[in-house]
């Protein structure tokens, strides 16, 4: 079993930055970790999940949507199994349950259906 515990969310206004973190735990623990894809996706309010960032294994790979480019920013720590994304120059439309998802042997796809551990996802709020 892979455990995601997300943490970090919360209100803040529009131009200010938050930053999430994804602590893994469970067969995605220890040097496992390294083996998995993680990504962060979102849900807004009457809205479909959708594709946030993705980093690879190694840390060196990372993917971000279109309208995060520039703003966001994946990374992780493999000995710490722990994945972050910054998230800058915060607009009201990036509010939305952010939710850390991991891919054993993935390779930082934008396709949920890749991703077969979640977390319980955090709320993040910007106030326009």
Same mark, same amino acid.
């Given at each position: 079993? /892979? %455990?995601l515990v997300e943490s970090g969310g $919360? %209100? /803040?206004q529009a &131009? &200010? @930055?938050l930053r999430l973190s994804c602590t893994a735990s469970g067969r995605a623990s220890g040097r496992a970790f390294r083996n998995y894809a993680m990504a962060w996706f979102r849900q807004a309010p009457g809205k479909e999940q959708e594709f946030v960032a993705a @980093?690879? $294994?190694s840390g060196v790979g990372k993917v971000y949507a =279109?309208? /995060?480019k520039g703003r966001f920013t994946i990374s992780r720590d493999n000995a710490e199994n722990s994945v972050t994304l910054q998230?800058? @120059?915060l607009r009201f439309e990036d509010t939305a349950i952010y939710y850390c998802a991991a891919d054993l042997y993935g390779m930082g796809s934008d =396709?949920? @259906?890749h991703y077969n551990d979640w977390g319980q996802g955090t709320q993040v709020t /910007? *106030? *326009?």
């Open positions: 079993q /892979v %455990l $919360g %209100l /803040v &131009g &200010g @930055s @980093s690879l $294994g =279109d309208s /995060v998230m800058n @120059s =396709d949920k @259906s /910007v *106030s *326009s």
